[in-house]
């Protein structure tokens, strides 16, 4: 079922998106880089046994940290395929710089940063924009 979810009309925006984006794809911790009221939003499908969501935001950093693993009680495979602006995702001491056309695959059991990284148009909306499917991980 296609949901589309905007911290457009939300009180505490980053609040909200937290949940949003726990909901969509796995928890994580959002922090704005910008000091001023954060917006995000998400379209997204589930596709059989796989989350898609195409995610649109102002400049933040998403960290996937132990105490959010510590919750979990499944493995996900995250593949990010950035369809704007650019993002740089840290996992294991090694960083992959995602520019458009670019892709890479987080593992939801290891602690990691997502960071959306550039503005490229002057909308409300930053263009980072990171397409991300979520799947669980075989046995």
Known sequence: MKAVLSTHNQRDRLTYWNDVIAQTLIP???????????FGKVTSDDVAFVNLA??????????RTKQL???????????????????????DRREAHLQPG?????????????????????????DAR??????????
Request: hydrophobic share 50%; no cysteine; net charge negative.
């Open 69 to 91: 693993i510590a919750q979990q009680t499944e493995e996900w495979v995250l593949v990010l395929f950035q369809l704007g602006g650019e993002s740089i995702l840290a996992q």
């Open 102 to 126: 670019d892709w890479a695959l987080a593992i939801s059991i290891r602690a990691f940063d997502l960071r959306l990284a550039e503005r490229l148009l002057p909308s409300r909306a930053g």
């Open 28 to 38: 994580f911790e959002v922090n704005a880089l910008e000091d001023r009221p954060f």
């Open 54 to 63: 195409k995610v649109t935001s102002d400049q933040s950093i998403a960290r």
């Open 130 to 139: 990171p397409y991300a499917a979520a799947a669980p991980a075989a046995d």
